[in-house]
């Protein structure tokens, strides 16, 4: 299976901890998106890379986030100090990019990490 | 505040008919859009999309119409099937936002055998 794989699949943890999560994008795609859906709503965006360079955060990333790619492959989000309010399904997302072509920008996501704070 | 609207939760229709989701936006930089299936404990997976030089794009049962002056788009499915039956997000994007795309609540679809 060559698609966006998303690890843990589910989180739990206790509030004041923290969390990592990882996502390995399709291998070719320049781009890895991370987006985070509450019940009853829709994705919402957080971040985004071009290859390893971070190029756009929202404002709902407070402080206690921080994503990485390093190299340009993998990506993981960290939670720090965990608050009930983080309970979500965090996904990520890859797309491949060339120049202008805004057709192509169909993203493929994987199946998200739950993350529930007690 | 809401940029990208589905202000239906749920819609049920039997197999063979056909099915109308509907999307209302208010941002007008907002220039292409999308729409995303997801079934549960999966991700959204890309189902077809529109340029706002058209109105119009149609993909075997499936056809988005986009009507820029309402700042409004549909999808429709037809016919029916019982395999539709997912949670249906309607998404848009614009200017250099490339993909950080909006996304509305989404529609609850059930097709009944």
């Known amino acids: 299976d060559t698609g966006v794989s998303q690890n843990p699949r589910h989180k739990i943890t206790k509030r004041g901890q923290n969390v990592t999560f990882r996502c390995d994008p399709i291998s070719e795609h320049n781009r890895l998106y991370w987006y985070r859906q509450t019940l009853g709503q829709g994705p919402e965006f957080l971040t985004y890379f071009q290859n390893e360079a971070q190029l756009e955060k929202s404002r709902l990333l407070s402080d206690r986030f921080s994503a990485e790619r390093p190299k340009g492959s993998f990506s993981t989000l960290e939670i720090q100090r965990t608050e009930q309010g983080d309970s979500a399904m965090y996904l990520c997302?890859?797309?491949?990019?060339?120049?202008?072509?805004?057709?192509?920008?169909?993203?493929?996501f994987g199946s998200g990490t739950q993350l529930s704070v007690l | 505040d809401q940029q990208v609207k589905q202000n239906s939760p749920s819609l049920s229709v039997q197999e063979g008919r056909i099915s109308i989701l509907n999307c209302d936006y208010t941002n007008s930089m907002f220039d292409y859009f999308l729409w995303y299936k997801k079934y549960p404990a999966e991700g959204p997976t890309f189902l077809i999309s529109?340029?706002?030089?058209?109105d119009k794009n149609e993909d075997g049962r499936f056809t988005v119409f986009l009507n820029k002056s309402a700042k409004h788009l549909s999808l429709h499915i037809v016919p029916s099937q019982p395999g539709d039956s997912a949670v249906y997000f309607c998404a848009a994007f614009g200017g250099t936002s490339y993909g950080k795309l909006t996304f509305g609540q989404g529609t609850i679809l059930t097709v009944h055998p």
């Open positions: 997302a890859s797309s491949y990019r060339v120049g202008g072509a805004r057709a192509n920008e169909k993203l493929f």
């Open positions: 529109i340029s706002s030089i058209k």
